[in-house]
Protein backbone atom coordinates (compact mmCIF):
# COMPACT_ATOMS: atom_id res chain seq x y z
CA UNK A 1 0.00 0.00 0.00
CA UNK A 2 1.44 3.46 -0.92
CA UNK A 3 1.58 6.45 0.53
CA UNK A 4 -0.95 8.07 -1.85
CA UNK A 5 -3.35 5.23 -2.02
CA UNK A 6 -3.00 5.61 1.91
CA UNK A 7 -3.75 9.64 1.28
CA UNK A 8 -6.68 9.15 -0.83
CA UNK A 9 -8.38 7.06 2.03
CA UNK A 10 -8.16 10.22 3.87
CA UNK A 11 -10.69 11.94 1.26
CA UNK A 12 -13.57 9.49 2.59
CA UNK A 13 -13.32 9.83 6.16
CA UNK A 14 -12.37 13.63 6.30
CA UNK A 15 -15.43 14.36 3.78
CA UNK A 16 -17.60 12.13 5.49
CA UNK A 17 -16.86 13.99 8.42
CA UNK A 18 -17.67 17.22 6.98
CA UNK A 19 -20.92 15.41 5.45
CA UNK A 20 -21.86 14.56 8.95
CA UNK A 21 -20.93 17.97 10.17
CA UNK A 22 -23.85 19.52 7.90
CA UNK A 23 -26.13 17.50 9.46
CA UNK A 24 -25.13 18.11 13.14
CA UNK A 25 -25.48 22.37 12.56
CA UNK A 26 -28.66 22.54 10.67
CA UNK A 27 -31.13 20.61 13.57
CA UNK A 28 -33.00 23.18 14.89
CA UNK A 29 -35.45 23.25 18.09
CA UNK A 30 -38.10 23.30 15.40
CA UNK A 31 -37.20 20.46 12.96
CA UNK A 32 -37.80 16.74 12.82
CA UNK A 33 -35.40 13.95 12.08
CA UNK A 34 -34.74 13.69 8.72
CA UNK A 35 -35.18 10.14 7.18
CA UNK A 36 -32.97 9.29 4.22
CA UNK A 37 -34.81 9.39 0.84
CA UNK A 38 -34.61 6.72 -1.56
CA UNK A 39 -35.64 8.24 -4.71
CA UNK A 40 -34.14 8.00 -8.61
CA UNK A 41 -30.72 10.02 -8.37
CA UNK A 42 -30.59 13.37 -10.75
CA UNK A 43 -28.49 15.87 -11.17
CA UNK A 44 -26.68 17.70 -8.23
CA UNK A 45 -27.88 20.82 -6.61
CA UNK A 46 -26.94 23.78 -9.25
CA UNK A 47 -25.43 21.27 -11.76
CA UNK A 48 -25.08 22.96 -15.45
CA UNK A 49 -28.19 22.05 -17.34
CA UNK A 50 -27.49 20.93 -20.98
CA UNK A 51 -24.62 18.32 -22.03
CA UNK A 52 -21.31 17.88 -20.10
CA UNK A 53 -18.45 18.31 -22.69
CA UNK A 54 -15.71 16.00 -21.81
CA UNK A 55 -12.39 17.44 -20.69
CA UNK A 56 -9.10 15.45 -20.22
CA UNK A 57 -8.64 13.74 -16.73
CA UNK A 58 -6.73 15.93 -14.77
CA UNK A 59 -6.06 13.47 -11.57
CA UNK A 60 -5.86 10.18 -12.83
CA UNK A 61 -6.51 7.54 -9.76
CA UNK A 62 -2.55 6.09 -8.91
CA UNK A 63 -2.90 2.80 -10.18
CA UNK A 64 -0.05 0.16 -8.80
CA UNK A 65 1.77 -1.12 -12.18
CA UNK A 66 2.19 -4.23 -11.25
CA UNK A 67 -1.25 -4.78 -10.32
CA UNK A 68 -3.66 -6.77 -13.02
CA UNK A 69 -6.28 -5.04 -15.09
CA UNK A 70 -9.34 -3.80 -12.20
CA UNK A 71 -12.49 -5.77 -12.36
CA UNK A 72 -15.95 -4.02 -14.19
CA UNK A 73 -17.58 -1.72 -11.58
CA UNK A 74 -20.38 -3.21 -10.05
CA UNK A 75 -23.51 -2.01 -10.50
CA UNK A 76 -24.41 1.21 -8.42
CA UNK A 77 -27.36 -0.06 -6.36
CA UNK A 78 -25.43 -3.49 -6.00
CA UNK A 79 -22.27 -2.17 -4.68
CA UNK A 80 -23.85 -0.80 -0.92
CA UNK A 81 -23.64 -4.25 1.16
CA UNK A 82 -20.75 -4.99 -0.24
CA UNK A 83 -19.63 -1.27 0.67
CA UNK A 84 -21.01 -1.73 3.99
CA UNK A 85 -19.18 -5.23 4.56
CA UNK A 86 -16.09 -3.52 3.97
CA UNK A 87 -16.61 -0.26 6.39
CA UNK A 88 -17.58 -3.01 8.85
CA UNK A 89 -14.64 -4.45 8.48
CA UNK A 90 -12.40 -0.90 8.59
CA UNK A 91 -14.71 0.57 11.93
CA UNK A 92 -16.52 -1.96 13.11
CA UNK A 93 -20.03 -2.75 12.82
CA UNK A 94 -21.46 -0.94 15.85
CA UNK A 95 -19.84 2.70 14.03
CA UNK A 96 -21.39 1.90 10.49
CA UNK A 97 -24.64 1.22 12.01
CA UNK A 98 -24.70 4.14 14.21
CA UNK A 99 -23.40 6.52 11.64
CA UNK A 100 -24.26 5.42 8.03
CA UNK A 101 -27.83 5.40 5.82
CA UNK A 102 -27.42 1.87 4.03
CA UNK A 103 -30.02 2.55 1.52
CA UNK A 104 -28.22 3.99 -1.98
CA UNK A 105 -24.97 4.70 0.14
CA UNK A 106 -22.59 4.95 -2.25
CA UNK A 107 -24.91 7.77 -4.36
CA UNK A 108 -25.53 9.43 -1.45
CA UNK A 109 -21.47 9.70 -0.70
CA UNK A 110 -21.19 10.86 -4.69
CA UNK A 111 -23.88 13.54 -4.53
CA UNK A 112 -23.01 14.84 -1.34
CA UNK A 113 -19.14 15.23 -1.81
CA UNK A 114 -20.26 16.80 -5.33
CA UNK A 115 -22.13 19.59 -3.17
CA UNK A 116 -20.27 20.63 -0.83
CA UNK A 117 -18.61 23.16 -2.75
CA UNK A 118 -22.38 24.36 -3.89
CA UNK A 119 -24.14 26.77 -1.59
CA UNK A 120 -26.38 24.29 -0.58
CA UNK A 121 -26.06 20.02 0.01
CA UNK A 122 -29.53 18.67 -0.04
CA UNK A 123 -30.30 16.52 2.71
CA UNK A 124 -31.97 13.99 1.58
CA UNK A 125 -28.41 13.11 -0.10
CA UNK A 126 -26.17 12.95 3.36
CA UNK A 127 -25.00 8.85 3.80
CA UNK A 128 -25.52 9.52 7.02
CA UNK A 129 -27.80 9.17 9.95
CA UNK A 130 -29.61 12.10 12.17
CA UNK A 131 -27.81 12.68 15.14
CA UNK A 132 -29.65 13.39 18.45
CA UNK A 133 -29.53 17.32 19.82
CA UNK A 134 -28.78 20.30 18.16
CA UNK A 135 -26.59 23.56 17.99
CA UNK A 136 -25.82 24.87 20.94
CA UNK A 137 -25.94 28.80 21.21
CA UNK A 138 -25.96 31.69 23.51
CA UNK A 139 -27.61 35.28 24.20
CA UNK A 140 -30.74 36.43 23.30
CA UNK A 141 -32.83 35.28 20.53
CA UNK A 142 -32.13 38.67 18.88
CA UNK A 143 -28.41 37.81 19.50
CA UNK A 144 -27.21 34.44 19.17
CA UNK A 145 -23.98 32.80 19.30
CA UNK A 146 -22.44 30.04 18.03
CA UNK A 147 -21.53 28.14 21.72
CA UNK A 148 -17.92 27.53 21.24
CA UNK A 149 -19.49 24.41 23.43
CA UNK A 150 -21.47 23.68 20.30
CA UNK A 151 -17.76 22.05 18.80
CA UNK A 152 -17.34 19.68 21.08
CA UNK A 153 -20.71 17.74 18.79
CA UNK A 154 -17.84 17.02 16.28
CA UNK A 155 -15.47 15.52 18.18
CA UNK A 156 -16.44 11.83 17.53
CA UNK A 157 -15.73 12.55 13.67
CA UNK A 158 -12.62 13.78 14.11
CA UNK A 159 -11.33 11.57 16.30
CA UNK A 160 -12.76 8.99 13.43
CA UNK A 161 -10.14 10.91 11.15
CA UNK A 162 -7.06 10.42 13.46
CA UNK A 163 -7.84 6.49 14.50
CA UNK A 164 -9.16 4.89 11.14
CA UNK A 165 -6.86 2.39 9.86
CA UNK A 166 -6.31 4.06 6.61
CA UNK A 167 -4.41 0.81 4.97
CA UNK A 168 -7.41 -1.09 5.24
CA UNK A 169 -10.21 1.99 3.82
CA UNK A 170 -7.34 2.59 0.91
CA UNK A 171 -8.07 -0.41 -0.36
CA UNK A 172 -11.49 -0.57 -0.05
CA UNK A 173 -11.98 3.29 -1.78
CA UNK A 174 -9.32 1.47 -4.18
CA UNK A 175 -11.71 -0.93 -4.59
CA UNK A 176 -14.73 0.62 -5.02
CA UNK A 177 -13.32 3.47 -7.29
CA UNK A 178 -15.02 2.24 -10.37
CA UNK A 179 -18.18 2.24 -9.04
CA UNK A 180 -17.68 5.90 -7.43
CA UNK A 181 -16.87 7.36 -10.63
CA UNK A 182 -20.27 5.39 -12.10
CA UNK A 183 -22.31 6.77 -9.62
CA UNK A 184 -20.88 9.99 -10.81
CA UNK A 185 -21.54 9.69 -14.40
CA UNK A 186 -25.72 8.37 -13.79
CA UNK A 187 -25.81 10.95 -11.26
CA UNK A 188 -25.37 13.49 -14.80
CA UNK A 189 -21.87 13.99 -15.43
CA UNK A 190 -20.77 11.50 -17.52
CA UNK A 191 -17.71 13.05 -18.79
CA UNK A 192 -16.77 14.12 -15.57
CA UNK A 193 -13.64 12.13 -13.77
CA UNK A 194 -14.63 11.76 -10.13
CA UNK A 195 -11.43 12.39 -8.41
CA UNK A 196 -10.80 15.43 -10.46
CA UNK A 197 -14.33 16.79 -8.62
CA UNK A 198 -12.63 15.79 -5.09
CA UNK A 199 -9.68 17.39 -5.86
CA UNK A 200 -12.11 20.77 -6.56
CA UNK A 201 -13.56 19.94 -3.04
CA UNK A 202 -10.51 19.92 -1.44
CA UNK A 203 -9.52 22.95 -2.74
CA UNK A 204 -12.75 24.95 -1.97
CA UNK A 205 -12.58 23.47 2.04
CA UNK A 206 -8.70 25.19 2.12
CA UNK A 207 -9.97 27.96 1.20
CA UNK A 208 -12.53 28.17 3.91
CA UNK A 209 -11.72 31.45 6.74
CA UNK A 210 -10.55 30.83 9.70
CA UNK A 211 -12.84 32.28 12.13
CA UNK A 212 -11.86 32.68 15.59
CA UNK A 213 -14.49 35.35 16.87
CA UNK A 214 -17.49 34.60 17.99
CA UNK A 215 -20.14 33.99 15.62
CA UNK A 216 -23.46 35.52 15.47
CA UNK A 217 -26.22 33.95 13.79
CA UNK A 218 -29.60 34.49 12.82
CA UNK A 219 -33.34 32.07 12.70
CA UNK A 220 -35.19 33.60 9.98
CA UNK A 221 -36.92 29.93 9.70
CA UNK A 222 -36.46 27.07 11.02
CA UNK A 223 -32.77 26.64 10.33
CA UNK A 224 -30.15 28.93 11.88
CA UNK A 225 -28.11 31.21 9.71
CA UNK A 226 -24.97 33.01 9.83
CA UNK A 227 -25.77 36.93 10.48
CA UNK A 228 -22.57 38.37 8.23
CA UNK A 229 -23.53 38.21 4.85
CA UNK A 230 -19.65 37.01 3.84
CA UNK A 231 -20.12 33.68 5.95
CA UNK A 232 -23.54 32.89 4.66
CA UNK A 233 -22.39 33.62 0.94
CA UNK A 234 -19.79 30.49 1.25
CA UNK A 235 -20.18 27.36 0.03
CA UNK A 236 -21.99 24.31 2.45
CA UNK A 237 -18.92 22.65 3.14
CA UNK A 238 -16.94 25.99 4.09
CA UNK A 239 -19.57 26.76 6.11
CA UNK A 240 -19.17 23.35 7.74
CA UNK A 241 -15.70 23.77 8.68
CA UNK A 242 -16.53 26.82 10.74
CA UNK A 243 -19.02 25.74 12.46
CA UNK A 244 -17.07 22.44 13.37
CA UNK A 245 -15.02 25.57 15.17
CA UNK A 246 -10.93 26.28 14.79
CA UNK A 247 -9.55 23.68 16.19
CA UNK A 248 -11.62 20.56 14.83
CA UNK A 249 -11.21 22.49 10.88
CA UNK A 250 -7.69 23.00 11.50
CA UNK A 251 -7.39 18.97 12.00
CA UNK A 252 -9.53 18.25 9.30
CA UNK A 253 -7.81 21.09 6.77
CA UNK A 254 -4.59 19.90 7.32
CA UNK A 255 -5.43 16.01 6.57
CA UNK A 256 -6.90 17.12 3.22
CA UNK A 257 -3.56 19.48 2.75
CA UNK A 258 -1.74 16.19 2.98
CA UNK A 259 -4.16 14.84 0.48
CA UNK A 260 -4.28 17.57 -2.02
CA UNK A 261 -0.02 17.21 -2.58
CA UNK A 262 -0.45 13.49 -3.46
CA UNK A 263 -4.09 12.99 -4.60
CA UNK A 264 -3.72 15.80 -7.25
CA UNK A 265 -1.46 14.34 -9.64
CA UNK A 266 -1.64 16.50 -12.68
CA UNK A 267 0.36 19.69 -12.34
CA UNK A 268 0.76 21.90 -9.73
Known sequence: MTRKEMLIAIAI????AIAAGIYFFYQSR????????????????SAPAGPEQEAPIQNPIPVDPGESAPAPPLEV????????????????????????????????????????????????MWP????????LTSGPDDALILSAESYARYAPLVHVVQSADMQQ????????????????????????????RLV?????????????????????????????????????GQKV???????????VK???RELRRDVATGSH
Open 13 to 16: VALG
Open 77 to 124: DDADAPLLQGLNKVFGARSVAQYLVPQMLVRHVVATIDNLPRKKAPLQ
Open 169 to 196: LSQLYMRFYPTFQKAYEELGFPSKYFND
Open 30 to 45: AQKPLVAAVQTPQRSL
Open 128 to 135: VKPTPGKP
Open 200 to 236: AVIDDLLATPDVTSPIALEQPNVLYTFKDPALENLSA
Open 241 to 251: LIRMGPENAGV
Open 254 to 256: QKL
